[in-house]
């Protein structure tokens, strides 16, 4: 579905196709579903926008619950993983779309 949503890029401007809160949520939930953990930047990066935008964006998806951020003990990087609320939401989503 991300990999989807990426390759519309290929017909229709990148400016028209902004939706950078989903794409933050399908990345970190892809990430997550690997084991994998996501800097803030990652997630920007995938949606397809600036750092400061990503922020932006990942700050209202914690006012809405779906993620919450994540400070590993070993370095200063920032982390963002979906919640409790957001992974279900996430799982519900996708087994309907199946």
Do not use: C
């Not at 017909?11 to 399908?26: C, G, N």
């Not at 995938?46 to 590993?72: C, E, F, H, Q």
Request: no cysteine.
């Amino acid at each position: 579905m991300y990999d989807d949503r990426q390759r519309r890029r290929d017909f229709v401007p990148a400016e028209l196709l902004t939706d950078p809160a989903w794409d933050i949520l399908l990345w970190v939930f892809i990430e997550t579903e690997h084991g994998r953990r996501v800097t803030s930047l990652e997630a920007a990066v995938a949606a397809g926008v600036t750092n400061d935008i990503g922020l932006r964006w990942i700050s209202a998806l914690r006012k809405a619950g779906l993620v919450m951020p994540w400070w590993a003990d070993d370095d200063s990087d920032s982390y963002v993983m979906l919640s409790d609320t957001g992974y279900r939401g996430m799982q519900r989503y996708l087994q309907a779309d199946a």
